[in-house]
């Protein structure tokens, strides 16, 4: 295995999950420092993101796991790991710099290709028919003959967790990887309770606002939705998705020059529609906000610069061509 040779070698490597890394992100990157440990006692690893999400802070809490997660690593590593990422806009202005030698760069992740994927990286382990990327190290764990110890299995149990939204969207690999992490010692209870917690003022606000500003759009029978926050566009998403869209697209703006877009879509929707929110949506919707974006078939997001609006409305005429498409296809 490559990625066994890689880290063997290499004697001082920096981890890093995207921006705001949530419990999955989080949680991996620890796994691949164990992992890298295990084979490489003496060396020195480096763990990195532009800011953790709250919930991950208090995963690590919870487990009480001691780990260092800067968030401005110095230069000069020998290897640099993506997890949960495969973009180099997804890491932030101040991380993303560090990844410039594709033959020194190896992407771990669970997401639909990037554009930019392969410029990055020579040695890319990507599979987006796994719900999480801490199911991937799970498999990563096995291939290699390595034990997971309790912190670890705690951990990667509590990122695919939260990533499925509990086991919502799993198939039999997925649950036989969560099989794997309680024989090896992690408490599932314990892992649930480690992801709840009311949310904050400000995110309460911005769903409601969310609520208060939406557009609703009719394509075909399905309820697509659109609005605009100043933060929390996915925490958005979700709300919006629980209330009854079938699609629900939010675009922030946490700062002057900074626009995110986030989406969210029922099972049902992606199912029947075929309809991918990551190739189909969120990649073009990228290019329109002047960065990237990318995802899964039922959630996706993209980051930029510029044009909230304008991609808003792209992002619906996009799903509109996208649904007219796959009737066309199955009509005829």
Known sequence: MKLKSLLEKSKNILILGHQNADPDAVSSMYALSRIYHHLNPDGSSTLACDDMSKVSVQVLRHFSIEVD??????????????????????????????????SRTVIIDHHEPNPETEEISEFVLLDSEKSSTCEMM??????LGISIDQDTANLLLAGMIFDTRRFFYADRATLEAASTLIESGAHYSECVKSLISRLDRSERIARLKAAGRLKIHNIDRWVVVTSK????????????????ADVAIVGGRPSKDVVRLSSRSTREFSIET???????????????????GGGHMNAAGANGNRNRGKALKQAVELIRLSVARHEKEHSS
Do not use: W
């Open 274 to 292: 075929g309809v991918s929110l990551g190739t189909d949506v969120m990649e073009p919707i990228g290019e329109t906000i002047g960065g990237s």
């Open 229 to 244: 926050v100043g933060a929390y566009e996915a925490s958005a998403c979700r709300a919006l998705i629980d209330v009854g």
């Open 138 to 143: 799970v498999d990563i764990f096995q291939d």
């Open 69 to 102: 997660i800067i968030e401005t690593p110095h230069d000069g590593f020998d290897l640099v790991v993506l997890l949960d990422t495969n973009s180099r806009l997804q890491l932030g202005e101040g991380i993303a710099p560090l990844v410039k030698d594709p």
